[in-house]
């Protein structure tokens, strides 16, 4: 059949996939629960008509904050299949954020997953006129819950069911599907408008890239409110992939053994944060198996996706991928034939290592704004290339304008930014490319490389050009760091501000017998400077002169989501941390009495994984009518 719309998706479930009995799982108090595909068919259309029985009408905007839950699949296409059009809103955004954009997108009603949600942002729902109605999606008291709209479609669902096919004929491809709000990383957020061709385009185009067919089973832990795992979402639903929603981020490791997935999608500093947590295991082994562990991440670093791998290397390789990669395959579950990571660059080391390790990465590159994918690397090698993004995806026309920005057209481009035509004229040229503000190269004429950010290349007051991003992904591989951003707009040289990583700091402070009383006292101990100096001493061996990093400074806040210096997607909040560092920075060109290397007030230790990546949300249990179910 063809598929035009998002909800014609459905109708796979209705059609091909009805002996799936565990379309989409969660785990609820130890338990998987899970929704079979007629459940899923079933559920989301009486959602539908539930909505318009409450006299909801095509196009009206309806709004979710919430956790990854198959409920939240279930409501997503119900609001399809009504034409109205779904605005959903990350749950780790502060109260200002998310008033905004509750005000601006003139969501209608509402819903929110659990009791701690509801407390956190009914408050600001009730300020807003528009919003008629607030539902959970767990039971909390005195507040309704959304099993009363598909409740209330049952008693009439006759007649419900015959305005809805009428409802499903009045909605085109170019209709609006989704608004999704950036995460405003340099202003407040703006509301990219995706029709159901858009998204459509993009899930189909990589639909046949995807290495997973039908009863395969993907996990998912990227919060669902993002384009890129919604999007990667409606694919695996349209290749019948089951969908699990791992917990929460803290027991993904659990979980990828529980469900021994067949693919993930991931953002590079989880793929970091696996990568220290295996090296840190290794460092606790002994004697030979220490050296054959590190032996084997040498070995690793050097593989060659093109085939050139000599007969030498193969052979090493296959008897490490025996004794020591083994045990990463059986940490990703033993069942991986790919690792799908988008949101920011991967390191070209690491993608290097977990290939060679046998765990298949696939990077691509693309924007909310262009449903996201433009390019990506494929499964096979011949259309792959590690250390870039992989070429255009199907249908996509990327060309490099004089100043190497990457400028796309294609049926996934937006249809623009919801009420603000200025932002949506300035970000199309008169020929209709649309500029994505990022700059690139080709590699071979084929494979795509993302160098930086146009808008964030900034002059030293000698005229010479930086490019942030590149000098601090040259970072991620330290243990130490956690987050680093680069600065020096207008100045004679570049300084950098740091965000240790507390965890291994806090390890490697009782190692080396250093004592402190909290990380304020810690980040000032002369050993710790020096020590944080020979990091950026590694990476100035590889800089230009006018790149070079003369001055840093270490902070004792972890910089999170929640805490406002990075996005939900882990974005680097340049402006949020510039103000927040005014006086630091100051001082550091010159203009403060203080010239110690430390800055910020004093604060507590990380958390690790769950902190760092705050932003993508804890995955909350949620309850609804389906029965109990075993994997």
């Given at each position: 059949m063809k598929l035009t719309r998002i909800?014609?998706?459905?109708?796979?479930?209705?059609?091909?996939?009805?002996?799936?009995?565990?379309?989409?799982?969660?785990?609820?108090?130890?338990?998987?629960?899970?929704?079979?595909?007629?459940?899923?068919?079933?559920?989301?259309?009486?959602?539908?008509?539930?909505?318009?029985?409450?006299?909801?009408?095509?196009?009206?905007?309806?709004?979710?904050?919430?956790?990854?839950?198959?409920?939240w699949n279930i409501a997503d296409m119900g609001i399809s299949l009504a034409g109205m059009v779904h605005v959903p809103v990350y749950p780790?955004?502060?109260?200002?954020?998310?008033?905004?954009?509750?005000?601006?997108?003139?969501?209608?009603?509402?819903?929110?997953?659990?009791?701690?949600?509801?407390?956190?942002?009914?408050?600001?729902?009730?300020?807003?006129?528009?919003?008629?109605?607030?539902?959970?999606?767990?039971?909390?008291?005195?507040?309704?819950?959304?099993?009363?709209?598909?409740?209330?479609?049952?008693?009439?669902?006759?007649a419900l069911m015959e305005i809805l096919e009428k409802r499903k004929d009045e909605i085109s491809e170019d209709d609006l599907h989704t608004i999704i709000y950036t995460s405003g990383t340099t202003g407040n957020p703006k509301g990219v408008m995706l029709s159901h061709?858009?998204?459509?385009?993009?899930?189909?185009?990589?639909?046949?890239?995807?290495?997973?067919?039908?009863?395969?089973?993907?996990?998912?832990?990227?919060?669902?409110?993002?384009?890129?795992?919604?999007?990667?979402?409606?694919?695996?639903?349209?290749?019948?992939?089951?969908?699990?929603?791992?917990?929460?981020?803290?027991?993904?490791?659990n979980n990828l053994k529980e469900i021994q997935p067949h693919i993930i999608n991931t953002v590079p500093r989880l793929l970091e944060k696996f990568y220290d947590r295996i090296i840190a295991i290794g460092k606790d082994l002994k004697g030979i198996k220490k050296f054959l562990f590190f032996r084997a991440v040498r070995i690793g670093t050097k593989f060659r996706a093109d085939g050139q791998n000599n007969f030498w290397y193969n052979f090493r390789l296959s008897i490490f991928r025996k004794l020591i990669f083994k045990k990463w395959q059986e940490a990703f579950g033993g069942n991986i034939v790919a690792i799908v990571s988008g949101g920011a660059s991967l390191q070209e080391r690491l993608a290097k290592l977990y290939c060679a390790a046998g765990l298949r990465i696939c990077e691509g590159y693309g924007l909310s704004e262009t449903s996201p994918v433009l390019a990506v690397n494929w499964p096979i090698?011949?259309?792959?290339?590690?250390?870039?993004?992989?070429?255009?995806?199907?249908?996509?026309?990327?060309?490099?304008?004089?100043?190497?920005?990457?400028?796309?057209?294609?049926?996934?481009?937006?249809?623009?930014?919801?009420?603000?035509?200025?932002?949506?004229k300035e970000v199309f040229d008169n020929e209709g490319w649309f500029h994505t503000g990022d700059i690139g190269e080709w590699i071979d004429n084929k494979f795509l490389k993302?160098?930086?950010?146009?808008?964030?290349?900034?002059?030293?007051?000698?005229?010479?050009?930086?490019?942030?991003?590149?000098?601090?992904?040259?970072?991620?591989?330290?243990?130490?760091?956690?987050?680093?951003?680069?600065?020096?707009?207008?100045?004679?040289?570049?300084?950098?501000?740091?965000?240790?990583?507390?965890?291994?700091?806090?390890?490697?402070?009782l190692k080396h017998k250093i004592h402190y009383r909290d990380n304020m006292e810690l980040i000032r101990i002369p050993e710790i400077i020096k020590r944080y100096q020979k990091e950026i001493d590694i990476v100035n061996k590889d800089l230009s002169e006018h790149e070079k990093i003369k001055r840093f400074r270490l902070v004792c806040e972890e910089w999170t989501p929640a805490t406002g210096e990075?996005?939900?997607?882990?974005?680097?909040?340049?402006?949020?941390?510039?103000?927040?560092?005014?006086?630091?920075?100051?001082?550091?060109?010159?203009?403060?009495?203080?010239?110690?290397?430390?800055?910020?007030?004093?604060?507590?230790?990380?958390?690790?994984?769950?902190?760092?990546?705050?932003?993508?949300?804890?995955?909350?249990?949620?309850?609804?009518?389906?029965?109990?179910?075993?994997?």
């Open positions: 909800f014609d998706i459905l109708e796979l479930y209705n059609t091909n996939y009805t002996d799936i009995e565990d379309s989409f799982g969660y785990k609820n108090k130890g338990n998987w629960i899970t929704f079979s595909a007629k459940e899923y068919y079933h559920y989301a259309h009486l959602f539908a008509c539930g909505l318009i029985s409450r006299g909801y009408k095509k196009g009206d905007k309806i709004a979710t904050i919430s956790q990854n839950l198959p409920h780790t955004l502060g109260a200002k954020e998310t008033e905004f954009i509750l005000e601006h997108s003139d969501a209608k009603l509402l819903f929110l997953s659990d009791k701690s949600l509801y407390t956190k942002v009914n408050p600001i729902a009730n300020k807003i006129k528009a919003i008629e109605n607030v539902f959970t999606f767990n039971d909390v008291d005195d507040v309704p819950n959304w099993v009363e709209i598909i409740q209330e479609a049952k008693e009439n669902e006759t061709k858009n998204i459509l385009s993009n899930a189909l185009g990589v639909k046949p890239i995807i290495p997973v067919e039908k009863g395969q089973v993907a996990l998912s832990f990227l919060p669902l409110c993002h384009v890129y795992e919604r999007m990667m979402n409606y694919a695996f639903q349209i290749k019948g992939v089951r969908i699990y929603y791992a917990e929460n981020l803290g027991t993904i490791v090698w011949e259309n792959s290339r590690i250390g870039t993004v992989g070429v255009a995806l199907e249908g996509v026309t990327i060309k490099l304008a004089e100043d190497k920005e990457i400028l796309a057209k294609g049926p996934n481009i937006m249809k623009g930014y919801y009420k603000n035509e200025q932002a949506t993302i160098t930086d950010r146009k808008k964030e290349i900034f002059k030293t007051s000698s005229g010479k050009y930086v490019a942030p991003q590149v000098i601090e992904n040259m970072f991620k591989a330290s243990g130490l760091i956690e987050q680093l951003m680069i600065v020096g707009e207008n100045e004679k040289f570049v300084s950098a501000l740091i965000s240790p990583n507390f965890n291994y700091l806090h390890y490697w402070a990075l996005s939900p997607t882990l974005k680097l909040k340049r402006n949020v941390i510039y103000d927040k560092y005014e006086n630091i920075l100051e001082e550091i060109y010159g203009h403060g009495a203080d010239k110690t290397q430390h800055i910020g007030k004093e604060g507590g230790g990380g958390e690790g994984i769950n902190k760092v990546i705050n932003g993508l949300g804890k995955l909350m249990s949620i309850g609804v009518p389906p029965k109990e179910k075993g994997k």
